[in-house]
């Protein structure tokens, strides 16, 4: 038997992956153009065919041609409907490159989901009817792509049959093109004359265009220069998961997000301002002198400083914006409209902050790309806005990097994924003074008091027994000499908080400022006991993050609300059934649960005094109270 | 030249494009390809070598992978990877291992076992556990068990739904599993290649193809509610052949079912089904010959078509692939009912 020599199999280092889109309408033969590019590269296997030309039969639109649409058009629905509704995937292979090819629908109404596919494409193929020329849907197309950051287009003349393979009309096309795609900022623009249904220019040379001297499509794709990662540019480095397999050993992992860095140097985590060194960069495969962009690793660094998943590491010297505002192209993917004022749940990289829309600057219509005004956001629409954050994000301009320059909202009450942003530039100067980091420590504060400081927050209706309980806790520790402080709702709200009403804006604020005031205090190595309603487990979870997961218990005090209405110890609850008092959490506005408290009191089963000594037990279990 | 372009390209920013009206005069200049060369060509890092031994397209795939693993296993409570004992398990374990390193692997494996695996996987599964250490947990439908339910009798359709998409519903609630990784890749087939990398199912473990979340960058929706799970595909962007390269550089062990030998094989329905064991009835005057052949996939012995091959190593598999003309389902008896039916079967649940 003859075996191949082992190098034969083996691909060229050199081999890379381009991931490019497809846009064009339903009757630009954008599906035939991918059925053509994967059969004609030897991409459809024998079986797929034979199905493929029984479905051309039933649901086919070519005659008794194959239809190749029908290869990439996956889902039933669609192929009953003969349009593409979702973005499907598609791969190729030459000995040269390998492709995923986001074949997405070109209708007004699937912008998302061409945003969907372009957010993963370094190239854009454009579709164009050759006897149609530059159309509505060509500007969409073309507007959309250089939004989300695609530099490299080809202008696929299609259809260039059935205008006789006329050079006249082709030279018109492309100069129509050039001239309207000049200002959305693409690098390179090559167009080419195809017949996706005959192949012309495809794969092989057209027989007929014999005027054309440019490359074929597939060679195009598989010779075009796009710079693969973003090595050249500053370093970043999300943190996904802290690695702790033992006591000796905490490393960051992550993957590369642009620029490259090596073991030795100094890098800075932007949101707390700390300094360190790296010190190993860790993989599987042995350790690594240096990484870079598109890199998936394990660092480790010579100092122990607080660093948790959502922290970006840079170079000092060259940082990424850290700031609770900033300007961001939207896209509206949710049936339900965006409102400016609602919170959503922000994706940023590994970050996931509560923020909202403060303002709409304007609309852009995709298909003139003309500004209009707007007071919300309606699916597949396009929009400037201005966006709050509940805690500084770390970031950078979407058109310097892609990976950190990009969001997500998701709904906080379905979940869905209803929007996607771009950001373009901070609001708020805050990078002059970037964070400096403090010399006095807050673990030698706390020495001093001979304590470890903590957070103990007490969350649940009104009326439950927060501060009662909450009380006793601190006369407790007051009692065996700790150092604490009590935060409670009522007293803030008359100073610090005093700006603030009870809409959901003013009360995420009025959290966001607890917390802010508590994380301080805990720093300069108090204990701080919080007795907040804090309704939203966001916020809640927020402030977890802020001061860390191992200093903050949460304590959820669970009474009923019917008992709560009726124990009503500040007339609150009567209030409400009079409508004096709108908003009221737990009657019209809701309370979301804690999933997971570190304590949970059930106070219908135990007194205040028995709830005090179990979080007194809590905090000694967990070593807080050791001197 | 390059840099002017360079330049441009950063002075047209997103800034300032929007505010421009349409049809601004512009040097329409045609860049076929720019030499941004100077940027990435130096990387003189001797010690990064090893990285370089993959091709650039496999490690980007290899880190893409890494980073949805660590995502999942930052966000959700209880991760499990569900391993099916094939080439796909054998790659996604492997990059797991990679990607959590020095740390253990910090989720169980899943395997269903319908009972009718090829024997040799089963000695390859639990050789593979004991090798790496791995926390396996082995699940088998009972009840179906009880029931009587077999690939032979039953056929393939009722099998596969009680054995295989139940027994993992079974299996998946019972440890409480909040996400579940799975090994398939979206060039397999038409319903995948739709399906996201962060797959959504509802209570009950329903599939709603006409709405999934939309996935941007690699910016992954990890949130679910109380009974909700999601089906993760790290490997989504992987091709067939992608696996087998990847197997091969990075000497990753498979089953050797996948290698050419001479095997016991029987003809039914126009495929070649090995005769792994006494279970499979033989019809009147039939007897299982000996034929040099291997599998390009691996499920349930009997619904398992086996092509003839001589590929004895892998590098005689990737040659292979290289000119196949013959997609790798071909061999799946469980496909072919009719057009749609892995949407249908992923719709109930199925991986």
Known sequence: ?627 | MCCRVCKSAVQWSLTSWTSLPLGRPFPPRIFPTLGWSHRTAKNSDPASKRRYMLPKHLRRLEAESIEIMRDVVAEFERPVMLYSIGKDSSVMLHIAIKAFYPAKLPFPLLHVDTTWKFREMISFRDATAKRLGLDLIVHINKEGIARGINPIDSGSALHTQVMKTDALKQALDLHGFDAAFGGARRDEEKSRAKERILSFRSAGHVWDPRNQRPELWSLFNTRIRQGETMRVFAMSNWTELDVWEYIMLEKIPVVPLYFAKQRPTVRRNGAMIMVDDKRLPLNCGETPEMRMIRFRTLGCYPLSGAIESDAMAIEDIVAEMQTATLSERQGRLIDVDEAASMEKKKREGYF
Not at chain 1, 43 to 69: P, W
Not at chain 1, 531 to 559: A, H, M, N, W, Y
Not at chain 1, 595 to 618: G, W, Y
Request: neutral net charge; glycine residues 8%.
């Open chain 1, 1 to 627: 038997m003859f075996v191949k020599p082992a190098t034969e199999a083996v691909p060229a280092r050199t081999k890379d992956q381009l991931r490019f889109i497809t846009c064009g309408s339903v009757d630009d033969g954008k599906s035939t153009l991918i059925g053509r590019l994967l059969h004609d590269s030897k991409m459809i296997y024998h079986d797929q065919l034979t199905v493929l030309e029984r479905d051309s039969i039933k649901h086919g639109s070519a005659g008794n041609d194959i239809d190749f649409a029908l290869l990439v058009d996956g889902l039933e629905a669609e192929r009953e409907q003969g349009i593409t509704i979702d973005v499907a995937y598609r791969f190729f292979t030459t000995p040269r490159r390998s492709f995923m090819v986001a074949d997405t629908p070109g209708h007004e109404q699937y912008t998302r989901n061409m945003a969907t596919g372009a957010s993963h494409a370094q190239l854009a193929i454009i579709l164009i009817d050759a006897r149609k020329g530059v159309m509505v849907q060509t500007r969409r197309h073309s507007f959309i792509c250089s939004l989300l950051g695609i530099r490299h287009v080809v202008l696929a003349v299609n259809k260039i049959d059935l205008v006789a393979y006329n050079k006249e009309c082709f030279d018109r096309i492309a100069r129509g093109y050039l001239a309207f795609a000049a200002g959305l900022g693409f690098t390179s623009i090559v167009p080419i004359p195809i017949s996706a249904r005959y192949g012309d220019n495809v794969v092989d040379r057209s027989a007929h265009a014999t005027w054309y001297d440019g490359p074929c499509l597939l060679e195009h794709l598989e010779s075009i220069d796009i710079p693969s990662g973003t090595a050249g540019q500053a370093f970043r480095f999300p943190v996904q998961w802290v690695n702790r397999p033992n006591p000796d050993f905490r490393g960051y992992a992550g993957t590369v997000a642009s620029g490259r860095i090596s073991a030795g140097d100094e890098i800075v985590v932007a949101a707390s301002g700390r300094t360190t060194r790296i010190k190993r960069i860790v993989t599987h495969d042995g350790d690594l002198v240096g990484a870079e962009a598109g890199d998936a690793v394990t660092i480790t660094l010579e100092d122990e400083i607080d660093i948790g998943r959502g922290d970006i590491l840079s170079r000092p010297d060259d940082r990424p914006k850290v700031a609770d505002r900033f300007a961001a192209y939207v896209i509206w993917m949710d049936k339900e409209p965006l409102a400016p004022g609602r919170n959503y749940v922000l994706r940023i990289g590994s970050q996931t902050i509560t923020g909202s829309i403060t303002a709409i600057r304007h609309r852009i219509d995709v298909n003139t790309c003309e500004h209009l005004a707007a007071a919300m956001l309606s699916l597949n629409e396009i929009a400037f806005c201005d966006v709050a954050t509940a805690m500084p994000a770390v970031f950078d301009p979407y058109d310097l990097n892609r990976k950190t320059g990009s969001f997500i909202f998701i709904d906080r009450y379905t979940n869905r994924t209803v929007g996607a942003g771009m950001i373009a530039f901070p609001l708020r100067r805050d990078n002059k003074n970037a964070r400096q980091a403090l010399s006095v420590d807050r673990r030698e504060r706390a020495a001093l008091k001979n304590q470890k400081p903590c957070v103990i927050w007490f969350t649940g209706l009104s009326g439950a027994g927060k501060t009662t309980i909450a009380n006793l806790v601190d006369q407790k520790l007051c009692g065996m000499s700790r150092h604490t402080m009590l935060l409670d709702g009522d007293n803030l709200r008359h100073g610090l908080n005093a700006d603030l009403g009870f809409s959901e804006a003013d009360r995420v604020e009025n959290i966001r400022r607890v917390g802010e005031v508590a994380k301080l205090m805990a720093d300069s190595g108090l204990i701080v006991i919080c007795s907040f309603i804090s309704p939203s487990r966001d916020e809640r979870d927020r402030v977890r993050g802020l001061v860390g997961k191992e200093e903050f218990i949460e304590v959820f005090v669970d009474t009923p609300i019917e008992e709560c209405a009726r124990r009503d110890p500040k007339g609150l609850y009567s209030k409400v059934k009079s409508g004096q008092i709108k908003n009221f959490t737990g009657m019209d506005s809701c309370y979301e649960a804690p999933t997971a408290p570190e304590i949970h009191l059930r106070t219908m089963e135990q007194t205040p005094e028995h709830s005090a000594e179990a979080v007194v037990d809590v905090l000694m279990a967990r070593s807080i109270l050791d001197g």
